[in-house]
């Protein structure tokens, strides 16, 4: 039975920080590379970060890049998102997912086969 369980999501201001935790189970977790994604109401699903399964490359959108940092510690099966600066238009659902399709480019939704139940992030203004 795979799960991912992400956590630490909430209400912050803008200009604020939050850390996002997702805990995986039941996965090959070292062998897998591992992504964020985040859904607005009414928006599509949109990459956010992903890292390699060796921690050797990370991956950000044009939007977070600079603001948010991914990291993984393979050690607790587990990924974090750092999110710095944070804007109002960063307020959505945030997935965590596990990387199963290699063929697919690293920031697709095509390349996950594992998600989480999505943590909610609100940035007031």
């Known amino acids: 039975q795979v799960q991912l369980v992400e956590s630490g999501g909430g209400l912050v201001q803008a200009g604020g920080s939050l850390r996002l935790s997702c805990a995986a189970s039941?996965?090959?977790?070292?062998?897998?590379?591992m992504g964020w994604f985040r859904q607005a109401p009414g928006k599509e699903r949109e990459f956010v970060a992903a890292?390699?399964?060796?921690?050797?490359?990370?991956y950000y959108a044009d939007s977070t890049k600079g603001r948010f940092t991914i990291s993984r510690d393979n050690a607790k099966n587990s990924v974090y998102l750092r999110m710095n600066s944070l804007k109002p238009e960063d307020t959505a659902v945030y997935y965590c997912?596990?990387?199963?399709?290699?063929?697919?480019?690293?920031?697709?939704?095509?390349?996950?086969?594992?998600w989480g139940q999505g943590t909610q992030v609100t940035v007031s203004s």
């Open positions: 890292v390699t399964e060796n921690s050797g490359s990370t």
């Open positions: 039941g996965i090959t977790f070292s062998s897998r590379a």
């Open positions: 997912a596990a990387e199963g399709r290699f063929a697919q480019p690293i920031r697709t939704i095509g390349r996950y086969d594992y």
